[in-house]
């Protein structure tokens, strides 16, 4: 069974930056392509970037040149490096892990919020 497991979020003024982590369990990390999406109150989930088991990436329009999303395959690991943060990053953010578009699996989640 594979778990996925979101780390980092929290509190930061407009400007600021965060680093979000995603670790997922087992020995299938590799085999996985990974994304970062996030949903705000009253909205629904939107991507916010992917990276493909050979490490290409894609961003949505909104985060482009702000957001770095990376993986360590050694660490089981993926990150998403956010700068410049806008008070509309505000959202949960949540990983999501697919298995050859057969099996994808979702973390629970970690709040990002960017106000004064």
């Known amino acids: 069974q594979v778990q996925v497991v979101e780390f980092g979020g929290g509190l930061v003024q407009p400007g600021g930056s965060l680093r979000l982590s995603c670790v997922v369990s087992?020995?299938?990390?590799?085999?996985?392509?990974m994304g970062w999406y996030r949903q705000a109150p009253g909205k629904q989930r939107d991507l916010v970037a992917t990276?493909?088991?050979?490490?290409?990436?894609n961003y949505a329009d909104s985060v482009k040149g702000r957001f770095t999303i990376s993986r360590d395959n050694a660490k089981n690991t993926v990150y998403l490096q956010m700068n410049s943060l806008k008070p509309e990053d505000t959202a949960v953010y949540y990983c999501?892990?697919?298995?050859?578009?057969?099996?994808?699996?979702w973390g629970q989640g970690t709040q990002v919020t960017v106000s004064s």
């Open positions: 087992g020995n299938i990390f590799r085999l996985l392509a």
């Open positions: 999501n892990a697919d298995w050859a578009q057969i099996h994808n699996y």
């Open positions: 990276i493909t088991t050979g490490g290409s990436t």
